[in-house]
């Protein structure tokens, strides 16, 4: 499994990223991207990685935490096996490096997920840097 996130970047607090992530080799069985729950996760320095959001396989539900909530859009594209994240509104506190990940217990998306991905999930890409100035 492959993964690659991009996007990143320095922005000024209140302005907007899109980062994308693709991820390829989740051809376990038969699957594909489209079988897959997907997640975000950032890590800011001297912190855990947490998670804040995730979208079910089909791409109808999503679940973000309340930091986050109306400000970051998850989304994806199952024809190009990508995942999206839309930020707007940054934060400073916002500032981390931004990964994504894949449940492979569950198509779901659900709070419970976040916690079920960061303890399986073992094929972590290098991430992308969000830096938002204030």
């Known amino acids: 499994v492959q993964v690659q996130e991009s996007g990143g970047g320095l922005v000024q607090a209140g302005g907007s990223l899109r980062l994308s992530c693709t991820i390829s080799g989740l051809t376990i069985s038969g699957l594909t991207f489209g079988d897959y729950g997907m997640a975000w996760f950032r890590q800011a320095p001297g912190k855990e990685r947490e998670g804040f959001g995730c979208?079910?396989?089909?791409?109808?539900?999503?679940y973000t935490v309340d930091s986050v909530k109306g400000r970051f859009t998850i989304s994806r594209d199952n024809a190009k096996d990508t995942l999206y994240l839309q930020m707007n509104d940054l934060k400073p506190e916002d500032t981390a490096m931004y990964f994504c990940?894949?449940?492979?217990?569950?198509?779901?998306?659900?709070?419970?997920?976040?916690?079920?991905?960061?303890?399986?999930?073992?094929?972590w890409g290098q991430g992308t840097q969000v830096t938002v100035s204030s």
């Open positions: 990940a894949a449940d492979l217990v569950s198509p779901d998306c659900t709070e419970l997920s976040l916690e079920v991905i960061r303890e399986d999930f073992r094929d």
């Open positions: 979208i079910n396989a089909r791409g109808d539900k999503t």
